[in-house]
C-alpha cells in the first residue's frame, strides 16, 4: 500500500511540475518576444529607420536604443552628406538597393539584440580621381608627359644660354636650381671645382689674381657673380654725390673692407686729398654673340674706368696716387658721351638704351684709347663717339695710378660748371599729410634736362629730409625740371619746369606734390544675413542704422586697429544708412563728427591710414552687429580713382522662435496654429513648418502677443498666451510668467525661443463583460487605482445592460491598474488557486504626430494596427478619442476561474482524490492498529 501511495505522490508531483513548466515555457516565450535595437551613426550623413509604422532620422552622434519585437523588419536608408562617403555599415543583413548617392539595407531583428553601426567620411582628392575612367587619366598622363618634355627640353636649352643667364644674373635671379647646374657643369668643364664656392661662383681669391680681358678670354663669365641692375642703380646714385658720408658708405658696403681697419687704414677719410678706390664689383651684359664683362669702379665715390683693360683691377680700400690731367682727346669722349658722362644724354639709343653695356663699352673703349687693349663692344662705341662733337672745356679728365702700377691705372672726370640748381618740395595739401607717416616727401626724383621734351638728362635732384634735394652744377644755361619719381603717398608729377642756372649763383625753386587720396564713395553695405539682400525681412528695416567711423593717419598692418594700440583718432564721424542699407562719405548721410576731407573736386576723400567701423546703432528689427571693421586706405596710382572696397555689413534681424514640442517629449510638431498680435494691433497666422518651428523675422518694437489657437489632430490646445516686449535697443523683454503655462523661454544670439508644449489628448477604456457562453453580463463592477496594490481607486464602473463599462480620461504616460471588485448576480470574482483577484495593469504610450499608439495590458504590446473587433483587445476611434476595447469572461458554474494552462483542473482533481485516499487509509490503520 505505500508503494501504492508513493506512486500516486510521485505522479502528483510530476503533474503540478508539468503544469508549472507549460506556464514557465509560455511566459519564456513571451519574454523572447522583446529584444535589443541599438543604431549608431558617426559622421557626416543621414541615416532614415523605418519600421513599416513610423521613420527616425539619425544624424553624426545620433543613438537609437529600443526594444524591439524579435524578427521585426526594418529597412535603413544610408545617404551621405556632399563631400562625404559612406565608410561601412555593419550589424545588417544585406544591402537591397541604392537610390542616387544612398544604400538601402534590410534588417531582421534578433533575439540576442541587433546592433547597427553606420560610419561616414570626408570623400579625398584620391578617391575622386579614381572615379576617372582608365582611359582618360591614360591620356591626360601622355599629355602631361609630352608638355613635361617640351618644357624639360627649353629648359635644358635655357640652362645653356649665356645670354640668358647672365640677363637673370642682371635682374637679381642667381639661385635658380638650372643656373646651379648650369655654373656646375661649367666649373667641371674648366676644371675650376676648386675655385669656386659653395654656390659655383668663382672666389675672391681667384679673381684677384685675373683681370676682366682674363675673364672674358677664358669663358667663364657666368661663373662671376656680377653686379644686379639694382646694385649698378644704386652705385650711380652715389657717384652722382660729392657727399664725404657717400664714400664712406660705399667704402663700409665694400666687400674687402674690415672693421678694425676705420681707425688706421682708413683714416685718411678726414682729409680730401686722398683718393681711395671704391669697386663694387664686375657689370656682365652680352653682345653679339659674346659675354663682357668690366668692374665698377669709384675715386672718392666719383664713377672710374680702368684704363688698362688687360691689368688686374684694384681692390676697395686702394689709395690711388699720382693723379694728372689725361689730354687724350679720344678718352675725353669716350668719358663725356659714355656712361654716367655728362653727354650720355645726346648719344644714340641704340647705346643708351642698354646702361650696363654703355658701362663696358665706355671701359674698353677707354682702354683702347689708353693704347691697352680692348674688345669688339669697346672698338665699337670707340668708333662711334670718334664722330661726335668735342667735350666742353669745362669737362676735365683725370688719371690715377693704383698700387704703384701692380694695377691698372683708372681715369675719371670732374666738369667745372657755372652755376647750381637745388629745389625745395612742399606738400599741395598739408590739412592730408601733416602729422600722418603715410606720406613723405623724402626720395622724391627730378630728372634736369637741356631740352624741353626732357630726353636730355643731365642731372638728377633728390629731395632729402629737410624738404631740400641735393645742389648740383650746371653750366649756365636754361635747363627743365620733371618728376621722375614721386614720393612716398603722393601722385607724380607730370608738369615739365623750366629753369635758368646763372654763372656763379644757385637757382632754387619750390615745387609741390599733391597727395594720395581716395574719393571714396560708397562707405559700407548692409544686407540682411539671411537673405545676403539689401531688403530686410519681416517688419524689419535697414534704414537709420548708425555708424561710427575713426580714421587714423599713419601706417599701421593689415587689420589693426590703432585703438588697440592705444592711438587716438585725427578724425571721426558718424553716419546712417539709408533704405537701401547703402551709406556714403557725404554730408547728407552724416548724423555728426569732423569736417570731411575735400579733393579738388569737391568730393569727400580719405588720405591715406586705417579706416575702422562699428556699427553703434541698429535698424528696425535687428541686432547690433558688435564686430569692428578694419579698413586699409590705400588710395591707387591715377588720381580720383577710388579703390576702397565698401565691406558688407551683415545684419543679423532680430528673432522669434516658435517651437512646438509633445509635452515630456522632444518630438516637435507641425501644423499648430498660433496668432501672433503685433504692437500696432494688427495680427498675423502662423503654421509651424515640418521642423515643428514658425519664425517671427524682424521684430518691430512695442508688444507683442502669442497665443496656440489650433493643435493638429491628437493634441490638446495650449490655450495659455505669451506676452513680450521688443525694447529701444531691439533687445526683447518677457512679460510673461511662464510658470504652470506649458510653455518655457530662452534666448540664442539675442532671438527670442518660445516652446509651447501641447499634451496628448487622453484615450478611454471599454470593458465588456460576458461569460464563457457569450452572454452579456450586467452588473459587474470594476475600479480603477492609480497603484498596484490597488489602494488608490480614481474610479468605480458597472456594466450596463449590454455589458459594457468605460473608463475616461486616461493619459497616454501613466499607469493604471484594473479589477473586478463586484461579480454580477450568480457570478464569483474570478480568482487564482491562492484566491487572489486578477488586477490588470494598463499604460499607453502615444505620439499623434508619428501616427503611434502603442498600448499595454499586462505587459503585453499592441498597437494602432490591433483594430479587429472580433478579438478580445482591439482599438477604436480617432487620434482625438483612442478607445482600448477589452472583452472579460466569467466561467459558468465553477468556483475558479480557467486559468494559464488546462492541466490545472485534472490536477486539482487527482490531488483531492489522493488526499481523500490518503485520509481514508491513514483512519483504517489506526483502526486495525486498535483492533477494531
Same mark, same amino acid.
Given at each position: 500500500?505505500?508503494?501504492?501511495?508513493?506512486?500516486?505522490?510521485?505522479?502528483?508531483?510530476?503533474?503540478?511540475?508539468?503544469?508549472?513548466?507549460?506556464?514557465?515555457?509560455?511566459?519564456?516565450?513571451?519574454?523572447?518576444?522583446?529584444?535589443?535595437?541599438?543604431?549608431?551613426?558617426?559622421?557626416?550623413?543621414?541615416?532614415?529607420?523605418?519600421?513599416?509604422?513610423?521613420?527616425?532620422?539619425?544624424?553624426?552622434?545620433?543613438?537609437?536604443?529600443?526594444?524591439?519585437?524579435?524578427?521585426?523588419?526594418?529597412?535603413?536608408?544610408?545617404?551621405?552628406?556632399?563631400?562625404?562617403?559612406?565608410?561601412?555599415?555593419?550589424?545588417?543583413?544585406?544591402?537591397?538597393?541604392?537610390?542616387?548617392?544612398?544604400?538601402?539595407?534590410?534588417?531582421?531583428?534578433?533575439?540576442?539584440?541587433?546592433?547597427?553601426?553606420?560610419?561616414?567620411?570626408?570623400?579625398?582628392?584620391?578617391?575622386?580621381?579614381?572615379?576617372?575612367?582608365?582611359?582618360?587619366?591614360?591620356?591626360?598622363?601622355?599629355?602631361?608627359?609630352?608638355?613635361?618634355?617640351?618644357?624639360?627640353?627649353?629648359?635644358?636649352?635655357?640652362?645653356?644660354?649665356?645670354?640668358?643667364?647672365?640677363?637673370?644674373?642682371?635682374?637679381?635671379?642667381?639661385?635658380?636650381?638650372?643656373?646651379?647646374?648650369?655654373?656646375?657643369?661649367?666649373?667641371?668643364?674648366?676644371?675650376?671645382?676648386?675655385?669656386?664656392?659653395?654656390?659655383?661662383?668663382?672666389?675672391?681669391?681667384?679673381?684677384?689674381?685675373?683681370?676682366?680681358?682674363?675673364?672674358?678670354?677664358?669663358?667663364?663669365?657666368?661663373?662671376?657673380?656680377?653686379?644686379?641692375?639694382?646694385?649698378?642703380?644704386?652705385?650711380?646714385?652715389?657717384?652722382?654725390?660729392?657727399?664725404?658720408?657717400?664714400?664712406?658708405?660705399?667704402?663700409?658696403?665694400?666687400?674687402?673692407?674690415?672693421?678694425?681697419?676705420?681707425?688706421?687704414?682708413?683714416?685718411?677719410?678726414?682729409?680730401?686729398?686722398?683718393?681711395?678706390?671704391?669697386?663694387?664689383?664686375?657689370?656682365?651684359?652680352?653682345?653679339?654673340?659674346?659675354?663682357?664683362?668690366?668692374?665698377?669702379? /669709384?675715386?672718392?665715390?666719383?664713377?672710374?674706368?680702368?684704363?688698362?683693360?688687360?691689368?688686374?683691377?684694384?681692390? /676697395?680700400?686702394?689709395?690711388?696716387?699720382?693723379?694728372?690731367?689725361?689730354?687724350?682727346?679720344?678718352?675725353?669722349?669716350?668719358?663725356?658721351?659714355?656712361?654716367?658722362?655728362?653727354?650720355?644724354?645726346?648719344?644714340?639709343?641704340?647705346?643708351?638704351?642698354?646702361?650696363?653695356?654703355?658701362?663696358?663699352?665706355?671701359?674698353?673703349?677707354?682702354?683702347?684709347?689708353?693704347?691697352?687693349?680692348?674688345?669688339?663692344?669697346?672698338?665699337?662705341?670707340?668708333?662711334?663717339?670718334?664722330?661726335?662733337?668735342?667735350?666742353?672745356?669745362?669737362?676735365?679728365?683725370?688719371?690715377?695710378?693704383?698700387?704703384?702700377?701692380?694695377?691698372?691705372?683708372?681715369?675719371?672726370?670732374?666738369?667745372?660748371?657755372?652755376?647750381?640748381?637745388?629745389?625745395? &618740395?612742399?606738400?599741395?595739401?598739408?590739412?592730408?599729410?601733416?602729422?600722418?607717416?603715410?606720406?613723405?616727401?623724402?626720395?622724391?626724383?627730378?630728372?634736369?634736362?637741356?631740352?624741353?621734351?626732357?630726353?636730355?638728362?643731365?642731372?638728377?635732384?633728390?629731395?632729402?629730409?629737410?624738404?631740400?634735394?641735393?645742389?648740383?652744377?650746371?653750366?649756365?644755361?636754361?635747363?627743365?625740371?620733371?618728376?621722375?619719381?614721386?614720393?612716398?603717398?603722393?601722385?607724380?608729377?607730370?608738369?615739365?619746369?623750366?629753369?635758368?642756372?646763372?654763372?656763379?649763383?644757385?637757382?632754387?625753386?619750390?615745387?609741390?606734390?599733391?597727395?594720395?587720396?581716395?574719393?571714396?564713395?560708397?562707405?559700407?553695405?548692409?544686407?540682411?544675413?539671411?537673405?545676403?539682400?539689401?531688403?530686410?525681412?519681416?517688419?524689419?528695416?535697414?534704414?537709420?542704422?548708425?555708424?561710427?567711423?575713426?580714421?587714423?593717419?599713419?601706417?599701421?598692418?593689415?587689420?589693426?586697429?590703432?585703438?588697440?594700440?592705444?592711438?587716438?583718432?585725427?578724425?571721426?564721424?558718424?553716419?546712417?544708412?539709408?533704405?537701401?542699407?547703402?551709406?556714403?562719405?557725404?554730408?547728407?548721410?552724416?548724423?555728426?563728427?569732423?569736417?570731411?576731407?575735400?579733393?579738388?573736386?569737391?568730393?569727400?576723400?580719405?588720405?591715406?591710414?586705417?579706416?575702422?567701423?562699428?556699427?553703434?546703432?541698429?535698424?528696425?528689427?535687428?541686432?547690433?552687429?558688435?564686430?569692428?571693421?578694419?579698413?586699409?586706405?590705400?588710395?591707387?596710382?591715377?588720381?580720383?580713382?577710388?579703390?576702397?572696397?565698401?565691406?558688407?555689413? &551683415?545684419?543679423?534681424?532680430?528673432?522669434?522662435?516658435?517651437?512646438?514640442?509633445?509635452?515630456?517629449?522632444?518630438?516637435?510638431?507641425?501644423?499648430?496654429?498660433?496668432?501672433?498680435?503685433?504692437?500696432?494691433?494688427?495680427?498675423?497666422?502662423?503654421?509651424?513648418?515640418?521642423?515643428?518651428?514658425?519664425?517671427?523675422?524682424?521684430?518691430?518694437?512695442?508688444?507683442?502677443?502669442?497665443?496656440?489657437?489650433?493643435?493638429?489632430?491628437?493634441?490638446?490646445?495650449?490655450?495659455?498666451?505669451?506676452?513680450?516686449?521688443?525694447?529701444?535697443?531691439?533687445?526683447?523683454?518677457?512679460?510673461?510668467?511662464?510658470?504652470?503655462?506649458?510653455?518655457?523661454? /530662452?534666448?540664442?544670439?539675442?532671438?527670442?525661443?518660445?516652446?509651447?508644449?501641447?499634451?496628448?489628448?487622453?484615450?478611454?477604456?471599454?470593458?465588456?463583460?460576458?461569460?464563457?457562453?457569450?452572454?452579456?453580463?450586467?452588473?459587474?463592477?470594476?475600479?480603477?487605482?492609480?497603484?498596484?496594490?490597488?489602494?488608490?481607486?480614481?474610479?468605480?464602473?458597472?456594466?450596463?445592460?449590454?455589458?459594457?463599462?468605460?473608463? &475616461?480620461?486616461?493619459?497616454?504616460?501613466?499607469?493604471?491598474?484594473?479589477?473586478?471588485?463586484?461579480?454580477?448576480?450568480?457570478?464569483?470574482?474570478?480568482?487564482?488557486?491562492?484566491?487572489?483577484?486578477?488586477?490588470?495593469?494598463?499604460?499607453?504610450?502615444?505620439?499623434?504626430?508619428?501616427?503611434?499608439?502603442?498600448?499595454?495590458?499586462?505587459?503585453?504590446?499592441?498597437?494602432?494596427?490591433?483594430?479587429?473587433?472580433?478579438?478580445?483587445?482591439?482599438?477604436?476611434?480617432?487620434?482625438?478619442?483612442?478607445?482600448?476595447?477589452?472583452?472579460?469572461?466569467?466561467?459558468?458554474?465553477?468556483?475558479?476561474?480557467?486559468?494559464?494552462?488546462?492541466?490545472?483542473?485534472?490536477?486539482?482533481?487527482?490531488?483531492?482524490?489522493?488526499?481523500?485516499?490518503?485520509?481514508?487509509?491513514?483512519?483504517?490503520?489506526?483502526?486495525?492498529?486498535?483492533?477494531?
Amino acid at each position: 500500500m505505500r508503494k501504492l501511495k508513493r506512486i500516486l505522490s510521485l505522479v502528483l508531483t510530476s503533474c503540478i511540475f508539468i503544469g508549472m513548466g507549460s506556464d514557465i515555457k509560455a511566459q519564456a516565450q513571451t519574454v523572447e518576444e522583446i529584444a535589443k535595437l541599438e543604431i549608431r551613426v558617426n559622421g557626416k550623413g543621414t541615416v532614415i529607420v523605418d519600421d513599416g509604422y513610423s521613420k527616425y532620422s539619425l544624424e553624426d552622434k545620433d543613438v537609437l536604443r529600443a526594444n524591439a519585437t524579435v524578427n521585426s523588419d526594418l529597412k535603413l536608408t544610408v545617404t551621405p552628406n556632399d563631400g562625404y562617403l559612406i565608410a561601412s555599415v555593419s550589424g545588417v543583413d544585406s544591402q537591397a538597393g541604392e537610390s542616387g548617392n544612398s544604400r538601402i539595407y534590410d534588417v531582421s531583428t534578433k533575439s540576442d539584440g541587433t546592433f547597427i553601426d553606420v560610419n561616414f567620411e570626408k570623400e579625398t582628392k584620391e578617391e575622386v580621381n579614381n572615379e576617372i575612367k582608365e582611359e582618360t587619366k591614360d591620356e591626360v598622363k601622355e599629355e602631361k608627359e609630352d608638355n613635361n618634355k617640351s618644357e624639360i627640353s627649353n629648359d635644358i636649352e635655357k640652362e645653356l644660354t649665356e645670354e640668358i643667364i647672365i640677363n637673370k644674373y642682371n635682374d637679381g635671379i642667381k639661385m635658380e636650381e638650372n643656373l646651379i647646374e648650369a655654373r656646375k657643369k661649367l666649373a667641371t668643364e674648366k676644371n675650376l671645382l676648386d675655385q669656386v664656392d659653395e654656390n659655383f661662383f668663382l672666389t675672391e681669391e681667384y679673381l684677384s689674381n685675373k683681370s676682366s680681358a682674363d675673364l672674358m678670354d677664358e669663358g667663364v663669365l657666368i661663373l662671376l657673380n656680377s653686379l644686379t641692375n639694382d646694385e649698378i642703380k644704386e652705385f650711380l646714385t652715389e657717384t652722382n654725390s660729392n657727399d664725404e658720408f657717400i664714400i664712406r658708405q660705399s667704402l663700409i658696403e665694400s666687400r674687402l673692407f674690415k672693421r678694425d681697419l676705420i681707425s688706421n687704414r682708413f683714416s685718411f677719410l678726414n682729409t680730401r686729398e686722398s683718393l681711395v678706390v671704391g669697386n663694387r664689383g664686375a657689370i656682365t651684359e652680352y653682345y653679339n654673340g659674346y659675354a663682357h664683362t668690366a668692374p665698377l669702379l /669709384s675715386i672718392n665715390g666719383k664713377q672710374a674706368f680702368c684704363v688698362m683693360f688687360e691689368m688686374k683691377d684694384p681692390s /676697395s680700400g686702394t689709395i690711388a696716387t699720382n693723379k694728372r690731367l689725361a689730354n687724350n682727346d679720344m678718352l675725353r669722349k669716350i668719358l663725356y658721351y659714355g656712361y654716367n658722362g655728362p653727354g650720355t644724354g645726346g648719344i644714340s639709343s641704340s647705346w643708351s638704351s642698354n646702361q650696363n653695356l654703355l658701362m663696358i663699352a665706355t671701359t674698353q673703349a677707354a682702354s683702347k684709347a689708353n693704347g691697352h687693349a680692348s674688345y669688339s663692344l669697346g672698338n665699337d662705341f670707340y668708333n662711334y663717339v670718334s664722330g661726335l662733337a668735342t667735350p666742353p672745356s669745362g669737362f676735365k679728365v683725370y688719371v690715377v695710378t693704383t698700387n704703384g702700377g701692380a694695377t691698372q691705372d683708372l681715369a675719371y672726370w670732374e666738369f667745372e660748371q657755372k652755376g647750381r640748381l637745388q629745389i625745395s &618740395k612742399e606738400s599741395a595739401d598739408p590739412s592730408i599729410t601733416n602729422g600722418n607717416n603715410s606720406y613723405s616727401l623724402v626720395g622724391a626724383e627730378y630728372g634736369v634736362y637741356s631740352n624741353s621734351s626732357a630726353t636730355n638728362r643731365v642731372g638728377t635732384l633728390t629731395i632729402g629730409s629737410n624738404g631740400w634735394s641735393n645742389e648740383i652744377e650746371l653750366d649756365a644755361g636754361a635747363y627743365y625740371i620733371k618728376e621722375t619719381k614721386a614720393p612716398k603717398g603722393y601722385y607724380l608729377d607730370k608738369t615739365t619746369y623750366p629753369i635758368t642756372v646763372s654763372a656763379g649763383s644757385k637757382a632754387t625753386k619750390t615745387l609741390k606734390d599733391k597727395p594720395k587720396v581716395d574719393p571714396i564713395g560708397i562707405l559700407l553695405r548692409k544686407v540682411d544675413a539671411d537673405t545676403g539682400a539689401n531688403r530686410p525681412q519681416g517688419s524689419g528695416s535697414l534704414a537709420d542704422a548708425h555708424f561710427t567711423l575713426k580714421f587714423y593717419s599713419g601706417e599701421y598692418g593689415d587689420g589693426v586697429n590703432p585703438a588697440d594700440l592705444g592711438k587716438s583718432p585725427t578724425r571721426t564721424w558718424v553716419v546712417k544708412t539709408d533704405n537701401d542699407g547703402y551709406t556714403e562719405l557725404n554730408d547728407s548721410y552724416k548724423v555728426s563728427g569732423d569736417p570731411f576731407w575735400y579733393n579738388e573736386l569737391g568730393r569727400p576723400t580719405m588720405p591715406s591710414g586705417t579706416l575702422t567701423i562699428q556699427e553703434t546703432k541698429a535698424p528696425v528689427g535687428y541686432k547690433i552687429n558688435p564686430e569692428i571693421f578694419v579698413k586699409k586706405i590705400v588710395p591707387g596710382i591715377t588720381d580720383n580713382v577710388s579703390t576702397y572696397n565698401e565691406p558688407i555689413i &551683415k545684419e543679423d534681424s532680430l528673432n522669434f522662435v516658435i517651437k512646438k514640442v509633445q509635452s515630456g517629449t522632444s518630438t516637435l510638431i507641425p501644423n499648430a496654429k498660433f496668432r501672433h498680435t503685433k504692437p500696432d494691433g494688427s495680427t498675423e497666422e502662423l503654421t509651424t513648418g515640418s521642423n515643428g518651428e514658425v519664425i517671427i523675422r524682424g521684430l518691430t518694437q512695442g508688444t507683442h502677443r502669442i497665443v496656440e489657437t489650433q493643435a493638429p489632430e491628437g493634441y490638446e490646445v495650449n490655450r495659455n498666451e505669451f506676452v513680450f516686449e521688443v525694447k529701444s535697443d531691439n533687445t526683447i523683454k518677457v512679460i510673461s510668467n511662464t510658470t504652470n503655462m506649458g510653455m518655457s523661454y /530662452s534666448t540664442f544670439e539675442g532671438d527670442g525661443i518660445l516652446t509651447v508644449n501641447d499634451d496628448v489628448k487622453p484615450f478611454s477604456i471599454r470593458l465588456t463583460k460576458v461569460n464563457d457562453k457569450g452572454a452579456i453580463l450586467e452588473g459587474a463592477e470594476f475600479t480603477l487605482y492609480s497603484d498596484s496594490a490597488c489602494n488608490n481607486a480614481i474610479e468605480t464602473q458597472v456594466s450596463d445592460g449590454n455589458g459594457n463599462l468605460k473608463f &475616461k480620461n486616461l493619459r497616454p504616460g501613466t499607469r493604471y491598474y484594473m479589477k473586478e471588485t463586484k461579480a454580477p448576480e450568480g457570478y464569483r470574482i474570478p480568482v487564482d488557486i491562492f484566491g487572489r483577484v486578477h488586477v490588470y495593469e494598463i499604460y499607453a504610450e502615444s505620439t499623434p504626430v508619428n501616427n503611434v499608439f502603442n498600448y499595454y495590458i499586462d505587459g503585453v504590446k499592441y498597437t494602432s494596427n490591433d483594430t479587429d473587433s472580433s478579438k478580445d483587445v482591439y482599438l477604436a476611434g480617432t487620434k482625438d478619442d483612442r478607445e482600448v476595447n477589452m472583452k472579460v469572461v466569467n466561467i459558468i458554474g465553477m468556483k475558479l476561474p480557467k486559468t494559464g494552462s488546462w492541466l490545472m483542473i485534472p490536477i486539482l482533481l487527482v490531488g483531492v482524490g489522493l488526499m481523500s485516499y490518503s485520509v481514508f487509509s491513514s483512519k483504517k490503520k489506526i483502526k486495525g492498529d486498535k483492533g477494531e
